[in-house]
C-alpha cells in the first residue's frame, strides 16, 4: 500500500494537540521546510562560494564556529520568527534563549542549525535537528528557566539531512514519516510508510573509537564486547547521518562521557560526553522511541534525565531497542 502523509495530515493526525497547537505546530514545520531547502541549496554551492571552512569565533560550547554553523543560525531563525509561532528559541549557536514573540498556541523550540559541521569541508553528509516543548502553564520571569520547564513535554521533534538527497524526518511521537525536498519544485514530498527500525536489521555500530580510552570501563568493556561478534561499523561523525542510516537498516549510535579529568584513566572534562540534551538528545530520543526504538544516557531513558542547564550536554545511546538493551546488561555487569 502506498501510504505517504502529507505535512498537513502529519499534524492533523498529531495526538494530544489542541487546534491553537496544531496551527503552531504546522506554521512550524513549514518554517523548518523553508529553512531546510535554503539550507540544501546554499551547502550546495558552499564550496563554489568559499563557505565550508571557519568562521573565526568560537560558540558557546567551546567549539569553532564554521561559516555555515551561522549561516544556518541566521535562516533557521528568521523561518522560525516568521512562523509566528516559536515562543522562546534556544540554538547551539547561542548562549542565551532568544524571544521571537510567537502567537497562541506557540512553542518554545531547540535548535542544532547545523549538525555534523566538521563534515562541511570535505563535503560530507550535515543535518538540522529541532524539538518542540509546550511551555510549562507557569511563567518563569528568566528564559533559561521558561525553556527548562518545557523540557518534560517535548511535542514534536524534526530534522533535516542534507546529503545525497535533502530529507526531512518528523514525528509527534506516535509515528516518524519522511519527506524527500524535489529541487524542482521547492517541496518536501512525502514517503510512502511510517519509519521504524527494522525488526530483523542490520547491526550497525556508531561509535568513535578513538575516544575510547577515555570512557568509563563499562562504555569500554561494551566496545570489547563487540569483539568478534558480528556487526557492521559505520560512523560518519554527523548525528543526524549515523541516526538515520541506523533507523532505516538498525543499530546503535553510541556517544558516552568521558571518565572525569582527575580520575586515574585518560579523561577530560566532559564527563557528560559531547551531545546537547534539548536539541540532539531529546529529539532523537523521540523520533527513536516512536520508530520502536530507544535511547538512554547510559543508565535511564534519554527522557527522563532532568534539565538543568539549556546547553546540558549527556551521554547518549541510541537505536534499535534490543541493542540498546544489550549495551544496558553489558555496561551493568561487570
Ligand atoms: P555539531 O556539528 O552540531 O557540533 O555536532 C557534532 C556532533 C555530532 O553530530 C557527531 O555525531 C559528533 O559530534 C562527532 O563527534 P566526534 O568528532 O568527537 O566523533
Ligand atoms: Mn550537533
Ligand atoms: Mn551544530
Redesign the pocket.
Known sequence: MDDRVSLDDLVKGAKGLSAEEKTAARRILLAISSGGREMAQLLATGPLRGLTGAAGAVNVQG?EVQAFDEIAQEVFTRTLRESASVALLVS?ERADPESLGGGTGSFHVAM?P?????NLAVSGPVGSIFCAYRPAPSKSADLAPEVLASVAAPVMAAYVLYSVSTLLVVSFGSEVRQYALDPSRGEFLPLPGAVRFPEKGSRMISL?AG?ASRWREGDQRYLRSLDGTSYTARYV???VM?FHRNLLKGGLYL?PGDLPKESKGAGTAHPEG??RLLYEAIPMALIARAAGGEAVDGHRPILEVPPVHIHQRVPLVVGTASLVAEYLRIVSSP
Not at 547545523?114 to 566538521?118: R, Y
Request: charged share 35%.
Open positions: 567549539e547551539e542544532d547545523l549538525d555534523g559541521s566538521s568513535n575516544n561523525g554527523a548525528l549515523d556517544y559531547k551531545l
